[in-house]
């Protein structure tokens, strides 16, 4: 059984900084790419990075340069490092495992399915 | 970056009751769409992937439609449990989106 566990969330300062982590079981962890998504209080969901198989990585415009994403396949880890921490990067943030695979023909399908429960980023003074 | 509207915002309903909810994309995402539900302190559930493919232990009342710009996330006969939230997103291209959301409520 899949099976993401987030942690690392907390009460954090503006500017500050926060890792999140990630543990993954029940799939091969390497075989697939991964991604953050948060949601803000009583708000939808945004899509935060996503890493490759290969640690290709990409951002939304919101995090760029301020969040890297990162994974440990032998320990079965991802990672997300936030620096200079914003009130507006308060969320639940989520992992989710990225399928994206062979369909027929030549088509490729994609989507997120399975995510962890999420821990809370509260960013205040 | 590609823009996904959801209509409507607030859907309420009745057990019974067959709802469409519509999601359009800001330009061609061919069938990289996804639906999401999600409850109340949960994180979302895949229901619907490639447009018009049923997640595995789906309901079959659940089903999706369209291409290209316009998609639509039909549930033929709502269930006590259907009342949710219910997302689109794209997976044409980075940065991938989500809709705005769709809250379904039981009239």
């Known amino acids: 059984e899949v099976h993401l566990l987030e942690s690392g969330g907390d009460l954090i300062q503006p500017g500050g900084s926060l890792r999140l982590s990630c543990a993954g079981s029940?799939?091969?962890?390497?075989?697939?790419?991964m991604v953050w998504v948060r949601q803000a209080p009583g708000r939808g969901l945004e899509w935060v990075s996503a890493?490759?198989?290969?640690?290709?990585?990409n951002y939304a415009d919101s995090v760029k340069g301020r969040f890297t994403i990162s994974r440990d396949n032998s320990k079965n880890m991802l990672y997300l490092q936030m620096n200079s921490l914003r009130a507006e990067d308060s969320a639940v943030y989520y992992c989710?495992?990225?399928?994206?695979?062979?369909?027929?023909?030549?088509?490729?399908?994609?989507?997120?399915?399975?995510w962890g429960q999420g821990t809370l980023v509260t960013v205040s003074s | 970056d590609i823009q996904l509207t959801q209509s409507p915002s607030f859907l309420s309903a009745s057990v019974g009751d067959r709802v469409t909810i519509t999601c359009r994309a800001s330009?061609?995402?061919?069938?990289?769409l996804a639906w999401y539900q999600q409850k109340p302190g949960k994180a979302p559930n895949l229901l619907i992937y490639?447009?018009?493919s049923l997640q595995s232990g789906v309901p079959s009342r659940f089903s999706g439609s369209g291409s290209g710009t316009e998609f639509t996330l039909t549930v033929s006969s709502l269930q006590p449990e259907d009342f949710a939230t219910y997302y689109c997103?794209?997976?044409?291209?980075?940065?991938?989106?989500f809709g705005q959301g769709t809250r379904l409520e039981i009239k």
């Open positions: 890493i490759a198989t290969d640690h290709d990585t």
């Open positions: 490639a447009a018009s």
């Open positions: 997103q794209q997976l044409s291209s980075y940065p991938i989106t």
């Open positions: 029940g799939f091969t962890f390497s075989a697939f790419a």
């Open positions: 989710a495992k990225y399928t994206g695979r062979a369909a027929s023909g030549s088509q490729r399908v994609y989507y997120f399915d399975y």
């Open positions: 330009q061609g995402i061919r069938s990289h």
